[in-house]
């Protein structure tokens, strides 16, 4: 894996610019309107998630320009509301431990703070929280398997092939560890910094930044070992030939006679 080149790849697109700008600017305008019951926001995630995911398949596909062109934002919406969708099933375990650590220290504030059973609640609601942080990156870490898997073949049911996205982490775990390090926390922090540094201004570009890295280094990892899983990803077949096939050498004449 060229994880260096994961970090500096979209900046050789002729249109990087203009490709980076976009992205940032829908996922600026979604927040500007996630007033209305969160959709926009939701709608401008969906669209950036299916870009990840055409970027993936690029990356995986080996093309010489990986970053795809803005175009056909309804299947990037499609795409990118189903992979949301299936990452969702997958953080419910995470939602329900936040949930449940809310209740215990609810149960502090209502009450008297300074007896034992306040004290109780304290120590439950920080065990769970410290259990759901665990949780939520154990599934951070293995919601990449079937997240890259649905952008190659684009089945759903990807999602909960356990088997099958556990095979895929298993083929080359220390390259797997890496994508994941270098895509989200290191990626992560830098678009973080970004933002911090420029207070503000960039974050939402560094933040699309951050998840065309993710692309490319998963979509390494996939070639590492991956074959094509649809037939739209195999090399094109030779075209057949209506002729017969030539003759090196022609039948032999018998010896003349001397």
Request: with cysteine.
């Amino acid at each position: 894996m060229d994880v260096g080149k994961a970090f500096t790849y979209m900046f050789e697109d002729k249109d990087w610019i203009v490709k980076i700008l976009i992205g940032g600017g829908i996922l600026l305008l979604g927040l500007i309107f996630s007033w209305l019951l969160f959709i926009p926001l939701i709608a401008a995630s969906a669209i950036l998630v299916g870009y990840m995911l055409a970027a993936l398949r690029n990356t995986y596909e080996g093309r010489p320009t990986p970053l795809p062109e803005w175009q056909n934002f309804g299947d990037l919406f499609v795409r990118g509301i189903t992979a949301m969708v299936g990452l969702l099933i997958w953080a419910l375990p995470a939602l329900v431990l936040a949930c449940c650590t809310i209740i215990p220290f609810a149960l502090v504030n209502n009450g008297d703070s300074r007896n034992a059973m306040a004290g109780l609640f304290s120590l439950i609601g920080t065990c769970l929280a410290c259990i759901t942080v665990i949780v939520a990156l154990a599934i951070s870490l293995f919601t990449y398997a079937p997240l890259t898997n649905f952008a190659l073949n684009n089945q759903v049911n990807t999602f909960w092939d356990f088997q099958g996205n556990w095979r895929f982490i298993r083929a080359n775990f220390n390259h797997y560890i890496i994508a994941w390090l270098m895509g989200t926390v290191v990626a992560g922090f830098i678009a973080s910094a970004v933002g911090s540094i420029t207070c503000g201004l960039l974050s939402f570009f560094a933040s699309f930044w951050a998840m065309l890295v993710a692309a490319n280094l998963f979509g390494q990892y996939a070639r590492l070992g991956m074959l094509p899983t649809d037939s739209g990803m195999l090399p094109p077949s030779p075209p057949p030939t209506d002729e017969p096939p030539s003759m090196m050498q022609g039948p032999m004449e018998p010896a003349a006679s001397a």
